[in-house]
């Protein structure tokens, strides 16, 4: 299966559970015209947008039990740490959607949340480790997307899983 084809058919998967995406630059993981996507609809990007662009998750948008949002460990000892930190709150990290990053020891947990408008993202706490906290206006690359390091890929869940994330209250 080709790579244009596998993108397009997951942000159908996502669409289909009504997650919106963003293209991103094909082999990257920066969006497609700057920062338009944060005033231009989804769908008027990807008219747009070349059939290799990678896909981004939209964070902020609504889903079942909040606002998706996503914990974004970039270290082996972040990932670790944060499931730790989901099962102190008494969530299975196995009922979170889970997304490896290329090197395979980075982790996106999608998780849904009630932060208040005004917050974008923050970095983790130093205790926790290297990451960050993303919520409004923000977006994460999605699985299946491809950069120089690799792929994107799910190793919990799927698009459909994104639109029932665990819900930790703000």
Known sequence: M???YHNAYYRQRFLSAGIMTIPLEPGKKSPMNGDSWLYTSPSELWAMAPSDANLAVKLGQPVKRGHLAALDGDSPQTAHTLTNYL?????DPATVPQVATPSK???HFYIATNAPDWYTWGHLAPDVGTGE???NHCYTVAAVS????GL???VNGDPGALEFAPFIAW
């Open 2 to 4: 080709t790579q244009v």
């Open 146 to 149: 491809v950069v120089t390091a």
């Open 152 to 154: 994107y890929q799910f």
């Open 87 to 91: 099962n102190s709150l008494g969530v």
């Open 133 to 135: 906290l993303r919520v």
């Open 105 to 107: 020891s980075g982790r």
